[in-house]
């Protein structure tokens, strides 16, 4: 009985939304990211290495401006996307952190600590190690290359292997990734920053005060922090010489993240609102013919949108455009490197062994042994029902670096030869590090 009122609830549906529905399912996996990612580094690959390579290329070098009468900004596709969709990216990720800070893992000191810990471990370590092979050259500029972990990769992976992984362990990776981005924004804003304008920068401090009292006055239009924001801090870090994305981070700070009600009083508002909306019209009837309804309905529309904060609503909307959109196009114009040839001696360069040893070895190192120091300590306890087993392939998932680590890369060698072997180490230690640590959690097995 159940199974025919399911399907003739489906066959109810518009024709679009059956045709769609396989497409949400995708959307709403955790690993649909990451192989969303792994496609797109793949045909970047191979576009690099076919005859086709030179408008692989020429279509990221092709110049876009925008021109106001006598006042214009020109720069290649490749610096939009790594400069402009890259904010967003940075701004979600400024959001995730501002999150957890507030009522997430990174919310209570006793939580936080290993997370923390584990992350500190996993960036100074691979860092260290890569400066093994790179100290005192013009390489040793890339240390921070392997400090960064791919979230979108290593959460994807941890869901391929299943339930034997308990949530706790999901919410470690997710917490420590976190505290990584922010370590890696950091890094990007001390020490890859070019000559600074101090005008510009003065003027970026303008418009971030600006977006800190619209929050304090109560202002929760996202149409207010996105002028603010795009059209005033990012063009002003853009013109500054701190890497505009980094304006994406501070604008996400600046976010509102407080209700104007509480549960309860959301809970007694849309009990009275939904008294009155069937209380005021006939069983059956449409409710674009019943104004009364129609009212109820904008009022109990107002009302949840009082009882969320707006950091919560540009998360939602913003997290699927960057999973689906940014990265993967970032991807696809970062990841493409000519392996042929010359270039086929790059693994073996001391860029790319630096790298390869940073992300394979120094992340677990340093996450697993941070995490052990401060457990022994008694300053952290272990995610419930996790093995060390279990946090040793977390920590290889931390090697996972990709996205970050890209950027990074080009940001410490844009435009040289030390760049395209950068990739080569980072292409190679996600593969190695996700195998591994897919393989160390899949035997490890429930506690």
């Not at 674009?288 to 309905?297: F, H, I, K, M, R």
Request: net charge neutral; charged share 15%; with cysteine.
């Amino acid at each position: 009985m159940a199974s025919t009122y399911d399907q003739a609830s489906e066959d109810a549906k518009p024709r679009i939304e059956r045709l769609l529905l396989p497409f949400q399912e995708f959307a709403h996996r955790e690993e649909s990211r990451g192989l969303l990612l792994l496609a797109c580094t793949f045909v970047a690959l191979l576009w690099a290495n076919s005859p086709w390579a030179e408008t692989y290329v020429g279509l990221w070098q092709t110049k876009l401006g925008i021109t106001f009468g006598a006042v214009g900004l020109a720069k290649p596709l490749l610096l939009w996307i790594n400069d402009g969709l890259m904010a967003m990216f940075f701004f979600v990720i400024g959001l995730e952190i501002k999150r957890e800070v507030l009522v997430g893992e990174l919310s209570s000191p006793r939580q936080a600590v290993l997370p923390i810990a584990a992350a500190v471990g996993g960036m100074v370590v691979p860092a260290l190690f890569y400066l093994l092979l790179n100290v005192g050259t013009d390489r040793e500029r890339g240390w921070g290359i392997p400090m960064a972990t791919d979230i979108a990769f290593a959460l994807g992976v941890l869901a391929l292997v299943g339930r034997s992984v308990p949530f706790s362990l999901k919410m470690f990776l997710t917490a420590l990734a976190v505290v990584d981005d922010l370590g890696a924004v950091l890094v990007i804003a001390l020490f890859y920053t070019s000559t600074i304008s101090w005008l510009s920068l003065g003027a970026g401090a303008v418009f971030l005060l600006a977006l800190a009292v619209a929050n304090r006055a109560g202002v929760r239009n996202p149409l207010v922090y996105a002028a603010l924001g795009i059209g005033g801090l990012w063009l002003a870090f853009l013109l500054s010489g701190v890497h505009a994305t980094i304006a994406g981070v501070l604008a996400a700070l600046a976010i509102p993240a407080r209700t104007r009600i509480d549960a309860d009083r959301f809970a007694a508002e849309g009990r009275a609102l939904l008294d009155v909306f069937q209380s005021s019209g006939d069983a059956g009837a449409s409710v674009l013919a019943n104004p009364t309804q129609a009212g109820v309905l904008e009022a109990l529309r107002d009302t949840c949108e009082h009882a969320t904060t707006p950091l919560q609503r540009l998360e939602h909307v913003l997290h699927p455009w960057v999973s689906f959109l940014v990265m993967p196009v970032f991807a696809l114009a970062n990841a493409g490197v000519a392996l042929g040839g010359e270039a086929a001696a790059l693994p073996l360069q001391p860029v790319a062994l630096g790298v390869l040893l940073g992300l394979v070895v120094g992340k677990p190192v340093g996450i697993v042994g941070a995490s052990w120091l401060a457990v022994r300590l008694g300053i952290a306890s272990m995610p419930p029902g996790a093995t060390w087993r279990q946090v040793l392939g977390v920590g290889f998932l931390g090697g996972i670096g990709f996205t970050m680590s890209l950027f990074i890369a080009g940001l410490a060698f844009a435009g040289t030869p030390l760049q395209d072997a950068a990739k080569v180490g980072i292409l190679g230690a996600s593969v190695v590090a996700g195998l591994v640590g897919w393989w160390i959690l899949r035997s490890a097995g429930p506690r």
